[in-house]
């Protein structure tokens, strides 16, 4: 029986590549999430003119001063998602720290992904970090998102090997972006296809396909 494809929001604030490519997997038929509602901190955010060339229902930059703080912007950001029945909120170069209500108000329900493989290099420059360690393993994790930085339960994750070419963060940032590009979208398939059990922090996928 066909998956019937779940309302998705997705929250980011930069170029939205990671945005585009899940729409391309959703109007490929390969991903079964609609993208409902795309929301940016920015307004200079790219994401939302892809949003809005892609047809995106509701496309929204909010505007973060205008809030007293934090826990005020997440509140509004919340409600729009919650207006459009959104099953997932999926952050995606999202370069805001979410606020505990945030999180709690959508347990368990929010996923990020991360360039790097965590719990290695967290943070705002997963690249950068990991170059400059000197590992010769990097890639990309999805998560869920919980109330600390980049420390969720993991979903997914894959590995991008770092050369000795690499001497720009950027160069590496290429090649884990294009795995990005295909993990977001496989992982989102996966969570609304097969779903998923958490025990402790471990994700255990429904069917025994891991
Ligand atoms: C992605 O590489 C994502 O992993 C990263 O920002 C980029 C956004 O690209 N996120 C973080 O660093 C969060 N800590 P995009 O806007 O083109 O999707």
Redesign the pocket.
């Given at each position: 029986m066909a998956v019937t494809a779940v309302a998705i929001a997705v929250l980011?604030?930069?170029?939205?590549?990671?945005?585009?490519?899940i729409l391309q997997a959703a109007q490929a038929g390969s991903c079964p999430v609609v993208v409902t509602v795309v929301i940016a901190d920015r307004a200079q955010?790219?994401?939302l003119e892809i949003a809005q060339r892609a047809g995106v229902p509701v496309v929204q930059y909010i505007d973060p001063k205008a809030y007293e703080n934090r826990a005020a912007f997440d509140v509004a950001c919340g409600d729009l998602i919650t207006k459009h029945a959104c099953q997932w909120v999926v952050?995606?170069?999202?370069?805001r720290i979410v606020s505990e209500g945030f999180v709690h108000r959508f347990s368990e329900r929010i996923i990020?992904?991360?360039?790097a493989l965590l719990p290695a290099f967290?943070?705002?420059?997963?690249?950068e970090d990991a170059l400059h360690h000197g590992v010769k393993v990097s890639g990309?994790t999805v998560h869920l998102v919980d109330d600390l930085l980049?420390h969720g339960p993991i979903l997914a994750q894959a590995a991008v090997p770092v050369l000795d070419d690499d001497d720009d963060a950027n160069v590496l940032?290429v090649r884990?972006?294009q795995q990005?590009h295909q993990l977001y979208p496989h992982t989102l398939a996966k969570m609304v296809n097969q779903g998923f059990d958490l025990i402790g922090r471990r994700v255990v996928w429904r069917g025994g396909k891991g």
């Open positions: 980011a604030s930069g170029r939205g590549s990671n945005l585009q490519a955010a790219a994401a952050l995606a170069g999202y370069m990020n992904i991360h360039p967290p943070g705002a420059h997963g690249v990309c980049d940032r884990i972006q990005e």
